[in-house]
């Protein structure tokens, strides 16, 4: 029975996405309704809404007539798997990587990443976000091999080739500045330390340093990892810079397997 359903699940679904003649008798007496196709057309338009819902700024910067065909597509092949749509298009930045009309927007599958990552903080696991002061009675000996803790929400990324955070929160951010763009690489970093996702910009090694911390690598180590991005990043100002964006959700103890055994 459960082999059976699962084939009949499994043609079903084909014949949804492709529109072709299942071969299984009983699918293709469904597909034969003319309900069928009002059907799969509200399900293949759910699919294309969610997604616009979930890509705000590649929509808007590629208009609703080209994101909405590009979705449809995508949608063709891959169906969502959870109840939830918020979850729906977790490889929807790959597939504009490799998707022929986006050949001429080379940034825009990294301006979709950035919008799933606004989706993935958005749902993430609410936690109370530490600041400044949970160094202010920590001794510098203890300091050095403490761990900092990312908060379940954070999520940051660096775009080394363009300045994708730019063109993602100009088209995410009402009133946002439209001046002339610098061409060069740049980080972002989303928090959520409150009810409300919020991002900023960071740079090579505050992204260094954010990986090192999300290895439970003791803050030493954390620290220099950030200095082989740069020699002369101001580290001080690093990292109270992340634990005012709220990147941060404890400061404890390491793994005893997390210091470095090279240098």
């Not at 730019?166 to 995410?172: L, P, Q, T, Y």
């Not at 082989?228 to 990292?239: C, I, K, S, T, Y």
């Not at 634990?243 to 210091?259: E, K, N, T, V, Y």
Request: hydrophobic fraction near 45%.
């Amino acid at each position: 029975m459960g082999a059976s359903l699962s084939r009949f699940q499994e043609s079903f679904s084909q014949a949804m996405i492709s529109g072709h003649e299942p071969e299984d008798p009983s699918v293709a007496n469904l597909v034969a309704q003319p309900a069928f196709a009002v059907y799969r057309n509200t399900v293949m338009k759910g699919c294309v809404d969610a997604l616009q819902a979930n890509f705000p700024a590649v929509a808007r910067l590629v208009g609703d007539e080209w994101f909405r065909a590009a979705a449809a597509e995508f949608a063709a092949g891959e169906l969502p798997r959870e109840p939830s749509l918020l979850a729906y298009g977790d490889a929807f930045p790959a597939f504009l990587a490799g998707f022929p009309p986006a050949s001429e927007l080379p940034y825009l599958a990294d301006v979709a990443r950035l919008d799933r990552l606004w989706t993935e903080a958005h749902a993430a696991a609410d936690a109370p976000a530490i600041g400044r002061e949970a160094f202010s009675c920590r001794d510098p000996g203890e300091l050095e091999t403490a761990v900092l803790q990312p908060h379940p929400a954070a999520r940051w990324a660096w775009f080394g080739q363009a300045p994708i955070f730019s063109i993602w929160r100009r088209n995410r951010e009402e009133g946002a500045d439209e001046g002339e763009l610098a061409w060069q690489g740049e980080g972002a970093l989303l928090t959520r330390p409150g009810d409300a996702v919020q991002w900023t910009a960071i740079d090579g090694p505050a992204c260094r340093f954010l990986d090192a911390c999300s290895r439970s690598l003791a803050l030493d180590d954390a620290l220099a990892a950030a200095l082989e991005a740069d020699p002369e990043a101001n580290v001080v100002r690093l990292v109270n810079a992340l634990l005012d964006a709220g990147a941060f959700c404890r400061l404890g103890h390491p793994r005893p397997d997390s210091r470095r055994t090279s240098p």
